[in-house]
């Protein structure tokens, strides 16, 4: 009755098709012949509508017993929407994962490494068959891997690490600039059982920065030689840049 939102009255009496999936004769009669020979009918996924016409994902068993002389069905149905769409979450989140150009990572907390997308590969260069089951401590450089304790440090206080910039070595040895955000991953009673890392290659990010630095050492030393004054403006014709002669 909570299930389907009828009251007793209103199912008692009434056949099986009238209140279930089964709402044509051939797929009925289908499901009786499949009883009759096995003794068994399961649906692990059978989509069901109820009184207020909102449609459900159920679990739905039929078996057949013996009542005296009589043959009888018991059908138990169990409700696994939230189930279904707890799935549906994990599905769009594993695509989020496989597709995205960051490296997203899961380890243990002893540092092991237990999944490994697409991103991490392009990356760092190791495939997830060379780097899932061996230590992280693998992508840090030796003069860095104190790091990595204080990293884990927060992650088992249950605190987040956000935007840690920092370097690390791919499997070629070059050493490359990158972002670190870490978050723990939790069981059911809240405590931190793993961390799930995301790392950002901002190499070409912190060149262009150097670039528009030495740019601007070079404009300065270039204005610092000159007998005139100027005044350099942005784009919003605000003063960026201004030079008086000694």
Same mark, same amino acid.
């Given at each position: 009755m909570q299930l389907l939102g009828f009251s007793r009255e209103e199912m008692v009496g009434k056949t099986v098709c @009238? *209140? #279930?999936?089964?709402?044509?004769?051939? #797929?009925?009669?289908?499901m009786l012949e499949r009883l009759q020979t096995d003794g068994y009918v399961r649906y692990e996924d059978l989509p069901w509508e109820t009184k207020a016409g909102f449609m459900i994902a159920v679990e739905f068993v039929c078996n057949v017993y013996q009542a005296? #002389? =009589?043959q009888m069905i018991q059908c138990d149905i169990r409700d696994i929407t939230k189930r279904k769409q707890a799935e549906l979450r994990l599905i769009l989140l594993a695509a989020i994962v496989a597709s995205s150009d960051d490296a997203i990572i899961g380890k243990d907390l002893d540092t092991t490494i237990t999944s490994w997308n697409h991103g991490a590969e392009k990356i760092f260069g190791y495939t997830a068959g060379e780097m899932v089951g061996s230590s992280i401590l693998r992508l840090i450089p030796a003069d860095r891997q104190d790091e990595e304790d204080k990293i884990l440090d927060r992650i088992k &206080?249950?605190?987040s690490v956000q935007h840690f910039e920092t370097l690390r070595q791919t499997k070629d040895g070059r050493l490359i600039d990158v972002s670190i955000t870490a978050s723990p991953i939790k069981d059911a009673s809240g405590q931190a059982i793993g961390v799930s890392k995301v790392a950002r290659d901002i190499s070409e990010r912190k060149r262009a920065?150097?670039?528009? *630095? @030495?740019? =601007? &050492?070079f404009l300065r030393s270039t204005l610092d030689a000159l007998s005139s004054h100027i005044a350099i403006l942005d784009e919003h014709g605000k003063i960026d840049l201004c030079h008086q002669p000694d």
């Open positions: @009238e *209140l #279930s999936p089964f709402k044509d004769v051939v #797929s009925n009669q289908a005296g #002389s =009589k &206080r249950g605190e920065v150097e670039i528009i *630095l @030495e740019t =601007k &050492r």
